[in-house]
């Protein structure tokens, strides 16, 4: 793993790892680079370290070379049966570990953030695959954007994202519509990737209306002072208000009412399923597989990419429609039950296992 900081990837792979673990097959996370972990992310390396993970941090300081030369000590002390590398920097390595005659099975995760790696980012991701056992992705649409699909010998497997579900965190959405309406968004501070300036333009329009409304953000602030700077050149600093990065997301999603999501770039939000398995009703754009999701039945607005308008009617449509809205959001909780629980999710990473290490 390039580090263990905050994210969805980071997320997914150490639940992975304490699953791996918990069938009887050892597992150890060896860190590439050293990068200062989210309370969240913490707790969960506490939780794999308790069922049996190792967790092997990278020192201050470590590259590329470094992680090269840790891999081969550690690929040289255990002897595992599979290296599974998640992002384009541990991909390289374990490309580098190949081209030394490293023995072991080797497969890539392609998330997301991979699709946005351009023409010779998505090169270089090809050209590695080649060199590797299998690819899995979390979506359909990230095997496709990454083009990896059209690479007839490589075997590839999907592997939806795991939510896990706390009863003692369900909405309490009013009976009757709010007289103010609380947005949120959860992500970390990427303007052009999630979109907040098209929400920054969102809110414009609706204080426009003279539309009651609370925009809350949480996320780590990679680029605030940036956005900060679009909401005040727009004049909607007075509604938003930023939280940072928040360890118990469940939380600040419960005392939203309407959750948005107006990413230009996801492969399978994670923020999008934890709003909707609390109860939250969701407005999202087209992205990754959330349109194969809607046509499944998600109960979630979907909108077009880039369109403020359009995003900006939907907002106006829950509101007005309360009782339907409602009744979308009481169903979030079932359909991510139904296809995002972890119980789903462990019986294809038990599938995906069993056929790769026994080939």
């Known amino acids: 793993m390039n580090c263990l900081r905050s994210g969805g990837a980071e997320k997914q792979l150490l639940w992975i790892a304490s699953e791996i673990v918990s069938l009887g097959i050892p597992c150890s996370i060896l860190e590439l680079a050293a990068g200062e972990r989210t309370e969240r992310i913490e707790a969960m390396v506490r939780v794999a370290l308790e069922k049996g993970v190792l967790v092997l941090r ?33 991909d390289g390595i374990c ?77 309490d959405l009013p009976d009757l519509p709010p007289q103010r309406l609380v947005l949120v968004m959860l992500g970390n501070i990427k303007i052009m990737t ?93 992205v990754g597989d959330l349109r194969v999701l809607k046509d499944k039945g998600a109960p979630f607005d979907l909108v077009p990419i880039e369109n403020v308008k359009a995003a900006t009617e939907a907002v106006e449509r829950a509101l007005a429609q309360w009782s339907n809205t409602r009744v979308a959001a009481a169903k979030g909780r079932g359909w991510v039950q139904a296809n995002f629980s972890e119980e789903a999710c462990r019986a294809v990473l038990r599938e995906i296992l069993a056929e790769v290490l026994e080939a």
Request: net charge positive; aromatic share 8%; charged share 20%.
């Open 58 to 90: 990278a020192p201050p300081h470590s590259g590329n070379w470094q992680g090269l030369g840790r891999l081969r000590r550690h690929l040289s002390d255990t002897r595992p049966d599979l290296i599974w590398s998640w992002g384009l920097r541990a």
């Open 95 to 171: 490309y580098l570990g190949r081209l030394l005659n490293a023995p072991t099975k080797w497969i890539m995760s392609i998330r997301s953030a991979n699709t946005q790696l351009g023409n010779f980012g998505s090169w270089i991701r090809k050209q590695l695959a080649r060199r590797c056992d299998g690819v899995i992705s979390n979506t359909h649409a990230g095997l496709v954007m990454s083009e990896i699909q059209y690479i007839p010998t490589l075997r590839q497997w999907v592997l939806p994202n795991a939510v896990a579900l706390d009863s003692s965190t369900q909405v």
């Open 194 to 286: 999630k979109g907040y300036d098209l929400a920054a333009q969102l809110a414009q329009i609706l204080l426009g209306k003279a539309f009651l409304f609370e925009l809350r953000i949480a996320g780590r602030p990679d680029e605030l002072a940036e956005l900060e700077t679009i909401f005040h050149r727009l004049n909607v600093q007075s509604v938003v208000k930023f939280y940072g990065e928040v360890s118990h997301p469940e939380e600040f999603l419960r005392e939203g009412h309407l959750f948005l999501l107006l990413s230009r770039f996801e492969g399978m939000p994670n923020t999008l399923l934890e709003a909707l398995s609390v109860g939250l009703p969701a407005i999202a754009t087209d």
